[in-house]
């Protein structure tokens, strides 16, 4: 390193003397988030595994040694291999993007058409621009789907879609409003081999148990329930569909010899062939040590357990108060970990600031109110709820003492 020691002007009158300096304050020490911090679907706050991973990894950048290099380089196939074993696939079929819109831009660019892919008229935004961008740009056609008001595909709804003209069916593996847990095996064994079932799966990789060998193609970033932050994120593309798609944004990255005297190169095998460039490596590192932390834990079966059983002891205080809850009816195993609810009569704004203001962090969705806690939201969480909710529900007394004056007129 190449420090510099900057020497202070001396000061015009001698200081006093006072008692030794004592040690020079280092920043402040990782905390993890406040007991009332249940707004995991918006972002999850660096795990410990990961913000270290990505303070090392960060470190290594900030040298030129070409050993450091290697090792970054390494830290990303790690990550690979740990998605791979996460979602049973081979290393060769998951690639990774920046974040989770990228991957699904890498998507529709390889999809080119003839064709139609179904989209969920309730899917989030990032799940539908892609497609609607490359419509008429080599792309399929787009065709939304109207749940009836279930809010969710089913596998029923998706049979009476299938027009010859269907290619594929993208949709979120959990539902970032209501929490439904897509049946995505039932979707797959509707559409058939021939055509292709697409997830974004990053409200559910980390939190549910996933049906993944059921996708065709997966994306998921890792800033929410993995809590790896962002820069990384997960492009799964099975090699029995890779004949559907062509590396529409495949770079340099993507291909067998970047450095060819002709080109375009051959793209590599597998996901690979869809990179526009390298990855952020640093953000690599978090991402997979936050997968080894997920499966240390014992994987997403059972911090997915946990997480169900925060997320209904808040639902639960939640009615106590007299809330509705979106998709009562949703078994354990439909939901995966967010859950909203709306207090009727009460203005939504209102008890939205009223939570933040006892200590409880949510999204606001319109007139719903979303929880989304983790596996490690200490049990204080549904107290500060419980008290927080009390707070806007409980009538207000007014004094009655000048209710027996007389009502003078006023001009």
């Known amino acids: 390193m190449n420090d510099q020691i900057h020497q202070l002007p001396e000061a015009a009158t001698p200081a006093a003397p006072g008692p030794p300096p004592g040690p020079t304050p280092g920043p402040a020490p990782a905390r993890g988030p406040m007991a009332g911090y249940l707004d995991y679907a918006r972002v999850g706050p660096l795990s410990r595994p990961a913000a270290a991973a990505l303070a090392d990894a960060t470190a290594l950048a900030a040298r030129v040694d ?59 935004p990032a799940n539908l621009y892609p497609w609607l961008r490359f419509t008429g740009r080599g792309g399929p056609a787009v065709r939304l789907v109207d749940p009836a008001g279930q809010r969710h595909i089913t596998p029923d709804l998706l049979r009476r879609h299938l ?25 797959k064994e509707v559409l058939g081999p021939g055509r292709l079932l697409i997830v974004d799966a990053i409200q559910g990789l980390g939190a549910v148990t996933l049906e993944a060998d059921a996708a065709d193609i997966l994306v998921s970033g890792g800033q929410k329930w993995l809590r ?37 190169a051959p793209p590599l095998p597998g996901a690979a062939a869809h990179l526009a460039t390298n990855p952020d490596f640093p953000a690599a590192a978090a991402l997979g040590a936050a997968i080894d932390d997920l499966v240390g834990q014992g994987g997403p079966a059972v911090v997915g ?18 809330a509705e809850v979106l998709l009562d009816g949703l078994g354990p195993q439909e939901r995966g970990g967010i859950g909203a609810f709306r207090l009727p009569g009460h203005d939504p704004v209102s008890v939205h600031r ?17 929880l989304s806690p983790h596996a490690s939201t200490p049990d204080a969480a549904a107290d500060l709820l419980t008290e927080a909710l009390h707070a806007v529900t409980r009538p ?4 009655t003492s000048h209710s027996q004056e007389p009502i003078c007129p006023t001009n």
């Open 354 to 370: 009223a939570l933040e203001a006892g200590g409880v962090i949510t999204t606001r969705r319109d007139e719903w109110i979303r």
């Open 305 to 322: 357990g946990r997480i169900r059983a925060v997320l209904g002891e808040l639902l639960d205080r939640a009615r106590r108060a007299g």
């Open 396 to 399: 207000t007394s007014h004094s």
């Open 163 to 187: 027009t010859p003209d269907v290619t594929a069916l993208t949709v979120s593996a959990v539902d970032s409003l209501t929490g439904h847990l897509a049946p995505l095996a039932a979707l």
């Open 66 to 124: 070409p050993a450091d290099l290697d090792r970054l380089f390494a830290l990303g196939d790690a990550a690979l291999a740990s998605a791979a074993r996460l979602l049973d696939a081979r290393p060769h079929e998951i690639a990774l993007a920046p974040s989770t819109s990228n991957g699904l831009f890498t998507v529709a660019a390889a999809l080119h058409g003839p064709g139609t892919v179904l989209v969920p008229r309730g899917e989030f």
């Open 228 to 264: 790896a932050g962002w820069g990384a994120a997960l492009l799964l593309i099975r090699d029995r569909c890779a004949d559907h798609l062509v590396p529409g944004l495949g770079g340099w990255a993507g291909v067998a010899d970047p450095f060819a005297p002709r080109h375009p």
